[in-house]
Each structure stands twice: as structure tokens, then as C-alpha cells.
């Protein structure tokens, strides 16, 4: 268009910004990833399976633990096993919120209660794929996101996130927890770490993320009040050339002080959420003391029949070095330790690279838990899938290659972890 007076075209304006994407929509492209990647996994398990003369539906459902939650949500809790060393395997040590879901659904439909925790396992593995796209969306932008989500589609026990497992639920709760906790949602993050609490032992590690961060906001608040309290006050203007001669009416309310509900408000749900947050794994654990009438470590008691215990790692670190008494057990000693290194050096890295607190302690506690406890060592690759944090510096090294290349590289991994899962899941699998 061109200015009539001056004969000059005048500038064209610039085209508006486009209102950024919601977090749902942001999260597709992502899942959809994610779904595709489990989707090769049971392929690849179906046909392996197969030409075994094995049922794919079986080893997913119907083994290991998955038979133990649908045990709890068939019968309730009171059935235990006494092995032939004395050992007693209580159906105490499994927390309730799956058992709970698959005897809702098994209600509601058709289904098994075996195959009703095969489908809440495999919507809440959804779930944990997208509560992980949003942690890392809002720490790293959403291309550090997708990488992050499949990369734990990826992992090489993978199987699990698609078993009748409680891991996919409670990474799903811990997830939405911590991003409850990086946006401020304290009530939310609260409910989230309680129902995580219901759901494994390890539910402990969103407790402690949410206290912290709740605790460190409380200092960072008082901080910035005593920085603005120490500023010295801004010079009033002169009434004689602020207010205009008709000021001497009451002040509006939109002239009047600010008022100090908001910072209340804010710190009440601060204090609900980190009241919330522990009721779960609490509720459970002293629920299991009155019921065995062991009082409150009752449910270590329970936990010991089945061996498992916190040792500080001391158990782990003798099975690892008991792997280099022969050749080929030598060569799992050194991806025992190459593993653990891994693990160590990208958690350093998330700690170094300012990870938010939170994220920190949730992952700290869970590594600690995963990796020092007396537990069957077997268990353990599993007992890591929720540390999905440490995931974030490769998910970054990753999102920095060309599309092709980060193509090329995730659908080499899927290949592999499919493969793997197939011959593990055959095999002696996760127990």
C-alpha cells in the first residue's frame, strides 16, 4: 500500500506471532514416538514368542509379580508362601494402587484381573511418556523432550514399561509430580506423591522432591523479601504534580496497596501439598505394622522375608565381584561396573548442568534405593526405569544431531531393545 502524500509504500506490517501450542499438543508427536517404539517391542516379543510356543499375553501378564497384584486384587492381602530355607513371601510388600485399579477395571469389563494390569500398565505407560515430555519440555524446549521420551522407550528393559508392572504407573505419578513441582502446583504435586506412595516403595523418592522444593521455595521467598525489604523506598512524586486537583475522592482500588492474599495463599498450598504428599507410602506402611502387629516396621519384617533390605550396596558390589571368578562372568562383571559408572557420571552431569533440586533428590533416592539395596540383583535394570532424569543429558546430545541422524540413531536403539526384550522375557526374565 502505498502513503498518498509522500508517494513512499508504506511498511508492511509484521505477521503475528502464533500463540504457542498447549502442552497436550506440544506432547502428541512424542507419544505417538513412544507408542510406535513399544508397539516394535511387542511385535518382535509376539513372533519370538511364538516360535517358542510361548504366549507373548502370558509372559507380559501372567508371571513374576504381575501374578502377585492380581492375586492382591482378586483375593485381598493376607496370602503368603513359606519357601524351604524359612523364607516367607508375604503379599504385603506389594503396594496397593495397581491391585486396586486392575480390580476396578476386571469390575467394570470382561477382563482378567491379569489382563486388567496389562492395560493399566500399558495407559499409564502413555501417561509416563507424556508426564516425561513435560519435565523435560519445560527444562529443555520440546525437542529435548521427544529424545527424552524415547530414549526410555528404549532402555534395554523396556519389556517392563508393558508387563502387568507397577513401574509404568508409578513413573506415570512421578512424572506429573515433578512437573506439578517445576510449575508451582503444590496441591497437585502433593496428591501425585501420595498416590505414587501407593504405588511402590521407591514411592519415598517423590515425597522427598516435593518437601524440598517446597522447602527451598520457602527460602528463596524469604530471601527475596528481606532483598526487597533492604532496598531503600522509592521517592513519592510531589502531590502538586501527581494528583490531579479532583484527587482528594478515596483512592480506587486499582491505586490501592497490594494485597497480601496471594503470598498466603501460595504458601497454604505449599504446606497442604507437603502434608499430602507423604499419606500414601505412610498410610500403607503403618497399615502393614498394625495388620502383622509388628508396629511400625512391620513392613521392613515383610520386606525381609523376601530379602530385600538396604545394605548401602555391600550385597551388590560382592555379586559384581564375584562375577570375575570365570571368563564369561567376567565380562557381566565389566558391564555391571560400566553400567553403575553411567549412571553416576550422568546424574553428575544433571547436577552440574543445574537440574531443578527436586528432580535431583527424586533421582538421587531412587538410584540410592536401586542400586544399595540387598534385593535381588536381577531386579535391578528394572528398579532404575523410574530414574528417567539421568536420561536428560543424552536426551540433550541427542536432540543437538541433524533429524536424520537422531532418526536413524533411535530406530537403531528400538531395534536392539526390541530384540533384547524378546530374549529376556523368553528367557529367565525380570522377577
Known sequence: MTDLRTGVAAPHAPPPVPPPASLPRRAVPAVLGYA?????????????????????????SARWDSLWYARVAELGY?????????????????????????????????????????????VASLAAAAGIFAVADHLYGPRVGGCAVLLWAVLPVAAVQSMAY???LFTALAAWALYAVLTGRWVSAGLLAALAGLTRPVGGAVVAAVWVAAAASFVRDGSAARADSARPPTRAPSCS?????????????STAPPSSTAPRSSTARRLLGMAVAPLGAAGYVLWVGHRTGKGPLGYLDVQAGWRN???????????????????????????????????????VTGVRRGQPLGLLVYTGVVLALALCASSYFGSKPRLLLPAFPVLFPLAAALARLRTPRSALVTAGLAIVSAVYGAFWLNGSGPP
Do not use: C
Not at 486392575?102 to 484381573?113: C, K
Not at 553400567?339 to 550422568?346: E, H, R
Open 36 to 60: 510406535a517404539v513399544r508397539a516394535l517391542g511387542l511385535v518382535v516379543l509376539a513372533v519370538w514368542s511364538a516360535a517358542r510356543g510361548k504366549s507373548a499375553l502370558t509372559l507380559l
Open 78 to 122: 493376607g496370602y503368603q508362601v513359606r519357601l524351604p530355607n524359612g523364607d516367607v513371601h508375604s503379599n504385603l510388600a506389594f503396594f496397593p494402587l495397581l491391585p486396586w485399579l486392575e480390580r476396578l477395571l476386571h469390575a467394570a469389563t470382561p477382563l482378567s484381573y491379569a489382563h486388567a494390569g496389562l492395560v493399566v500398565s500399558l
Open 166 to 168: 507397577s513401574e509404568s
Open 241 to 253: 504534580t501527581a494528583l490531579p486537583s479532583s484527587s482528594t475522592a478515596p483512592p480506587s482500588s
Open 309 to 347: 533390605g538396604f545394605d548401602g550396596g555391600y550385597a551388590f558390589a560382592r555379586f559384581v565381584a564375584e562375577k570375575f571368578t570365570s571368563f564369561p562372568g567376567a565380562l557381566a562383571g565389566v558391564g555391571m561396573i560400566v553400567g553403575v559408572a553411567l549412571l553416576l557420571w550422568l546424574y
